[in-house]
C-alpha cells in the first residue's frame, strides 16, 4: 500500500465517522425543532379554541399548516380522551396538559367538540416537514460528498506529480546499490524533496570521486606491483646471477686446477661471493618483508629504519623522538605503521631535497600519532598523484587511522596520522564484518 493510500484511507476514515456523527446531530436538531414549531402551532391552536372561534373555521386555518392535520372524527373517543366525556371542558383539559408537560413540548393532539361523538381533531404531522428537511439535508450531503471526491481526486492528482522525483530517487538508489549509472534527478519546488535530491546528488557525486579514486589506486598498485618485479628480477640477474655465474667458474676451477695457489684463490672467491649472495637477499627479504618486526619491538624497528636513513643524508639535520613504551604492539598493525613511516621517509630522502627533517612518534594505549615533516621543496600540485602519498593513506585505511598530508606555500611537507588505539580489534572485526 502506497503512502498516499495509507493517508487517504486515513482522511476517508475520520470524514466518514465525523460526518455519522453530524448526521445523527442534524438529524436530532431537526426532529426538536419540527416538534417545537409542532409544539407552538399547537399551543395557537387552543388559543384559538379558548377565543371560541368556530370548528370549521379552526379547520380552514390549519390545513394550510406544515405542522398539522385537521380532520372529523365520529364516534366514541378513546380511554386517552376519557377526561372530555366527564365533562372536563376543554380549556381545563388543556390547562392540565400545558402543566403536565411544562418543560417539553406538547404534541397532544387538540380534540374540539361539536355534537355528541362529533369531533373535530387537531393533529401533530411532522412527516412531511421531516422528509423535506431530510432531502435538503441529503442534498446538501450529496453535494458535499462530491466535493469531498473531487477534492480526493485533485490531491491525488497533485501529491502523484509532487512526488514523482521520489519515485525517481527510489529508482536511482535502486541502480546505485546495483553499480548502474544514474540519470539526473529533476528540480522539485518542494524544499523538503529539493534538500533530498541535492543530498543524494552530493552522495552521488561523492561515490563517483572515490570509484575514481579506487580505479587511480588499482593502477598505481598495479604499477607499484610491477616495478616491485622490475627490481626483483634486475636484483637476481645482476647481482645474484653475476655472483653464480662466477661461482660456477670457480669452481670449475677448482675441480680442474692442479696448483694449490690456484684452488685456494677460487676457494677464496667463491666463499667471498656466497657473502655477497647472503647479504643481497638478505637485502631483498627485507625489501618485500621487515623481517625485524620478528624479532624486536616496533620502537628499535622505526629507530633502525630512521637510523638507516640518516645515513643516507648525512648532511641533513634530523629531529627525531620516538617514544612507544606504553603502546601494546600488534604484529597486523605494525607492519602497517611501519610500512607507512618508510614509505614517507622514502619519499623525504628521494624527492624533498630537504635540508632539516623531524620525525615524531609517540603513543600510550589509547592513542598513536606519526608526524614526519620537511623544509624541502614541497609537492606543489601533485599531492594526489604521487604514488607514495596514495600508498600511505591507503595504510592508514587499513588500520582505522586519520592520515593528513600538508604542504604549506613556503614548502616543505607535514604527513600526520593519528590513530585511536582502545577498540582496535574490535572496529577491525566490524570493518571486515
Request: proline share 3%; with cysteine.
Amino acid at each position: 500500500m502506497s503512502g498516499f493510500t495509507k493517508i487517504a484511507s486515513t482522511i476517508v476514515a475520520v470524514f466518514i465517522g465525523c460526518f455519522m456523527v453530524f448526521c445523527c446531530l442534524v438529524y436530532f436538531h431537526i426532529k426538536s425543532n419540527i416538534a417545537e414549531e409542532t409544539s407552538g402551532a399547537l399551543a395557537q391552536v387552543r388559543e384559538m379554541v379558548q377565543l371560541n372561534i368556530p370548528a370549521s373555521q379552526l379547520k380552514a386555518i390549519v390545513e394550510p399548516s406544515p405542522h398539522l392535520s385537521a380532520e372529523y372524527f365520529t364516534g366514541r373517543l378513546l380511554e386517552n380522551y376519557n377526561s372530555l366525556e366527564q365533562g372536563n371542558s376543554l380549556s381545563e383539559s388543556t390547562a392540565k396538559s400545558a402543566s403536565a408537560n411544562e418543560g417539553i413540548y406538547d404534541a397532544t393532539p387538540v380534540i374540539i367538540p361539536i355534537h355528541e361523538n362529533y369531533y373535530l381533531v387537531v393533529k401533530p404531522q411532522d412527516a412531511t416537514e421531516l422528509a423535506q428537511n431530510l432531502h435538503f439535508f441529503g442534498l446538501v450531503a450529496g453535494l458535499f460528498f462530491a466535493t469531498f471526491v473531487l477534492l480526493l481526486a485533485t490531491l491525488h492528482i497533485a501529491v502523484k506529480q509532487r512526488l514523482a522525483p521520489l519515485t525517481q530517487l527510489a529508482n536511482a538508489l535502486t541502480k546505485l546499490s546495483e553499480g548502474k549509472e544514474t540519470t539526473a534527478l529533476p528540480h522539485s519546488d518542494i524544499a523538503e524533496m529539493n534538500t533530498v535530491i541535492k543530498r543524494f546528488q552530493h552522495l552521488q557525486c561523492s561515490l563517483t570521486t572515490k570509484e575514481q579514486q579506487l580505479i587511480q589506486i588499482d593502477k598505481q598498485l598495479a604499477v607499484l606491483q610491477e616495478q616491485e618485479r622490475t627490481y626483483l628480477a634486475r636484483e637476481l640477474h645482476d647481482n645474484v646471477g653475476q655472483l653464480l655465474t662466477t661461482i660456477k667458474a670457480h669452481a670449475y676451477i677448482l675441480v680442474n686446477a692442479k696448483e694449490r695457489a690456484a684452488l685456494e684463490f677460487s676457494a677464496n672467491k667463491v666463499q667471498v661471493m656466497a657473502h655477497q649472495i647472503s647479504d643481497a637477499i638478505r637485502k631483498l627479504t627485507a625489501r618485500l618483508h621487515p623481517l625485524v618486526l620478528d624479532r624486536v619491538t616496533l620502537q628499535a624497528s622505526l629507530e633502525r629504519l630512521v637510523y638507516e636513513q640518516e645515513m643516507a643524508l648525512p648532511n641533513t639535520h634530523w629531529d627525531v623522538s620516538i617514544n612507544l613504551k606504553d603502546y601494546e604492539e600488534d604484529r597486523e598493525r605494525d607492519i602497517h605503521l611501519y610500512r607507512f613511516v618508510q614509505e614517507a621517509l622514502n619519499n623525504v630522502v628521494k624527492h624533498a631535497k630537504a635540508t632539516r627533517i623531524g620525525v615524531q612518534i609517540h603513543a600510550d594505549k589509547c592513542h598513536l600519532s606519526i608526524v614526519v615533516k620537511d623544509n624541502g621543496k614541497g609537492l606543489g600540485t601533485h599531492i594526489v598523484e604521487n604514488i607514495g602519498l596514495s600508498s600511505m593513506r591507503s595504510r592508514a585505511r587499513c588500520i582505522g587511522a586519520s592520515c593528513n598530508i600538508e604542504s604549506p606555500s613556503h614548502g616543505g611537507v607535514q604527513v600526520a596520522l593519528n590513530l585511536t588505539l582502545r577498540g582496535y580489534s574490535q572496529d577491525m572485526d566490524a570493518a571486515v564484518a
